[in-house]
């Protein structure tokens, strides 16, 4: 039998099958009301993490075994309804569009106490049940990773990536430096349009995607110690499959190293999507400047006499995304897109890059998780043919 994952947009499950065996539904989400594409929407089996998200464009392309064309496809998003449909009803079409309906709610609508600190006791709340929300013992992520190095309209670098990761610890908060000593992942498969040429072409940005997985790590708005530090505001409130969300807008006034992970960081704001029955966080959205970047990581000093480009424009916007499974809420997608503007020291000359990052969490093992004790920092594994042709990925913007 040959080896395929399954996947929508990303990466999915691992199974057994033949490729004969499998279904495959393609489509754009987009939103109803305004007809605009809709990214980092949930596609996949109901109840299961069989599935994915649609690409930044809407697309995705859902591949499944035909054992499973009786089930449902879940499509949904934090401020939309949910769709369930067949997997054989979506197969009737060549592509299976769907429009989402807008289920948001403006400030005006919901009751709302101006300035007061309920927004600080809702968010205090979210923190004090991650321990009840999240599984607090060690676990195994399956993940796809997909990171792209831009400059100008050029792609430089794209890796994409089969990647395991284990955490020894759960969903129990630390900040980086302890939860990077409690995670460790391999990467099972590679492929990129680049060979490796020093150690540095090995490294990845996957260590940057983790540290956005804010329940996990303290440094953020989620920090009981440092939230009385943020202005809070509740935007106005959602649903999330069928569930009242509040969207609670947070920013940080002066911002640091220890509060945002960021050491050149300028500005720092974001919204936390809180659900209302059980407090657990769906959805993060964050927007950053900074003065500077090192390419070993956005929390590291650079020695700027070494520098051949000065900064004169840096920022990054990150949305994460966690749902619930088998009565804990995990990880589900994280997407990373950071642009930076360089100046040449010797000429003048203007540069320009953008990062697009990627993780999509395609599976979770809880039962008897694989210890992986390190992070592998410089991958080099040779190119499967074989497993990329069995493997679907991300879809490219249009």
């Known amino acids: 039998m040959k080896r395929v994952i399954i996947i929508l947009s990303l990466v999915i499950l691992s199974v057994n099958v033949f490729a004969g065996d499998i279904l495959t539904i393609t489509g754009k989400i987009t939103d109803k009301k305004t007809a605009e594409p809709l990214p980092f929407v949930n596609v996949g089996l109901e109840k299961s993490y069989i599935g994915g998200a649609t690409n930044l464009d809407g697309f995705y392309e859902l591949k499944v075994p035909k054992k499973y064309k009786d089930n449902k496809i879940e499509i949904s998003a934090v401020g939309y309804s949910t769709v369930f449909v067949t997997v054989a009803e979506a197969m009737k079409s060549e592509h299976y569009n769907v429009e989402l309906v807008p289920m948001a709610f403006e400030v005006g609508e919901v009751e709302v106490v101006a300035e007061s600190r309920m927004q600080y006791t809702r968010v205090k709340k979210a923190i004090e049940n991650i321990a009840k929300n999240y599984l607090q013992?060690?676990?195994?992520?399956?993940?796809?990773?997909?990171?792209?190095?831009?400059?100008?309209?050029?792609?430089?670098?794209?890796?994409?990536?089969?990647?395991?990761?284990?955490?020894?610890?759960?969903?129990?908060?630390?900040?980086?430096?302890?939860?990077?000593?409690?995670?460790?992942?391999?990467?099972?498969?590679?492929?990129?349009?680049?060979?490796?040429?020093?150690?540095?072409?090995?490294?990845?940005?996957?260590?940057?995607?983790?540290?956005?997985?804010?329940?996990?790590?303290?440094?953020?708005?989620?920090?009981?110690?440092?939230?009385?530090?943020?202005?809070?505001?509740?935007?106005?409130?959602?649903?999330?499959?069928?569930?009242?969300?509040?969207?609670?807008?947070?920013?940080?006034?002066?911002?640091?190293?220890?509060?945002?992970?960021?050491?050149?960081?300028?500005?720092?704001?974001?919204?936390?999507?809180?659900?209302?029955?059980?407090?657990?966080?769906?959805?993060?959205?964050?927007?950053?400047?900074?003065?500077?970047?090192?390419?070993?990581?956005?929390?590291?000093?650079?020695?700027?006499?070494?520098?051949?480009?000065?900064?004169?424009?840096?920022?990054?916007?990150?949305?994460?995304?966690?749902?619930?499974?088998?009565?804990?809420?995990?990880?589900?997608?994280?997407?990373?897109?950071?642009?930076?503007?360089?100046?040449?020291?010797?000429?003048?000359?203007?540069?320009?890059?953008?990062?697009?990052?990627?993780?999509?969490?395609?599976?979770?093992?809880t039962h008897k998780p694989q210890v992986i004790e390190r992070r592998a920092y410089y991958e080099n594994k040779p190119y499967n043919e074989t497993f990329w042709k069995s493997y679907n990925i991300i879809k490219d913007r249009k």
């Open 137 to 365: 013992a060690p676990f195994n992520y399956d993940m796809y990773y997909r990171g792209e190095l831009k400059e100008g309209n050029s792609v430089v670098r794209l890796r994409e990536s089969a990647v395991r990761l284990y955490d020894n610890k759960g969903y129990k908060r630390g900040d980086a430096y302890q939860v990077f000593r409690e995670r460790g992942y391999d990467f099972m498969e590679v492929r990129k349009n680049f060979e490796n040429e020093t150690l540095a072409d090995g490294s990845t940005y996957l260590d940057e995607l983790l540290e956005m997985d804010i329940v996990r790590v303290r440094g953020n708005v989620l920090n009981l110690n440092q939230i009385d530090d943020y202005k809070l505001s509740l935007e106005g409130e959602t649903e999330y499959e069928g569930d009242k969300v509040w969207i609670i807008a947070y920013e940080n006034p002066n911002p640091t190293l220890a509060s945002t992970g960021d050491y050149y960081v300028k500005t720092y704001k974001g919204k936390l999507y809180i659900k209302q029955k059980d407090y657990a966080i769906v959805k993060n959205t964050l927007n950053v400047t900074a003065t500077n970047y090192s390419s070993q990581g956005r929390s590291f000093y650079v020695e700027e006499s070494r520098q051949k480009f000065l900064p004169r424009a840096i920022s990054y916007t990150v949305t994460t995304t966690y749902k619930n499974h088998l009565d804990y809420y995990y990880l589900s997608y994280i997407s990373y897109q950071r642009k930076h503007f360089w100046v040449s020291k010797a000429t003048g000359d203007e540069k320009q890059e953008q990062l697009n990052a990627e993780l999509l969490v395609t599976k979770i093992d």
